[in-house]
């Protein structure tokens, strides 16, 4: 974030200076600038720059991903107060799955558990623990037992996690149950 406020403040005093320039030209040709020039392309420098970090921001975290971290869910967003996002919408979230470190369940092979990871613009990762269920299908976030816990997995399963149902067109159904590599 500090370095993107850097770039920011760079962007202005580029389009500044490129203001500043122009006066001068204007002087050396014996006409005057307007006062409010240099002002408006520093602003320009500011808006630009923040509007094209929005749109690269998507695909500067997907390039960074490790190997085996896949997307499989991205959130397109359309805002009033960004008009321009109605011509071409932003991509602010997106849900990311440890396919490669997907583990299945010794005594259930439909039975899956990823780590799933939620990102979004101007926002620390988070990291969640899913279990997926490939013959309902559902998924439910995994809660770690107790201490002491005398239950089984699959009974600590049943009894702590809240199943949503998961479309068989889901990409993460699709990613985790359908793809023979997991």
């Not at 760079?10 to 006409?31: N, Q, V, Y």
């Not at 583990?103 to 899956?112: E, F, G, I, L, T």
Request: hydrophobic fraction near 45%.
């Amino acid at each position: 974030m500090l370095f993107e406020f850097i770039a920011t403040i760079a962007a202005a005093f580029g389009m500044a200076g490129l203001a500043l320039i122009i006066t001068h030209l204007c002087k050396l040709s014996g006409k005057r600038a307007p006062k409010w020039l240099i002002p408006l392309f520093a602003a320009i420098g500011i808006f630009g720059f923040q509007v094209h970090q929005e749109y690269n921001w998507y695909g500067q975290q997907v390039r960074q991903l490790p190997d085996g971290v896949e997307v499989v869910k991205t959130a397109e967003s359309t805002e009033w107060f960004r008009p321009w996002s109605y011509v071409k919408p932003q991509v602010l979230r997106f849900i990311a799955a440890d396919t490669g470190n997907a583990s299945m369940h010794a005594d259930d092979p439909d039975m899956h558990l990823v780590n799933l990871y939620l990102f979004e613009r101007r926002r620390s990762v988070q990291k969640i623990l899913q279990v997926i269920d490939c013959t309902t299908p559902a998924r439910a976030d995994y809660v770690m037992p107790e201490k002491g816990s005398t239950l089984t997995v699959d009974e600590h399963v049943k009894q702590t996690t809240a199943w949503r149902e998961l479309t068989t067109d889901d990409p993460l159904f699709i990613k985790i149950c359908t793809d023979t590599s997991v």
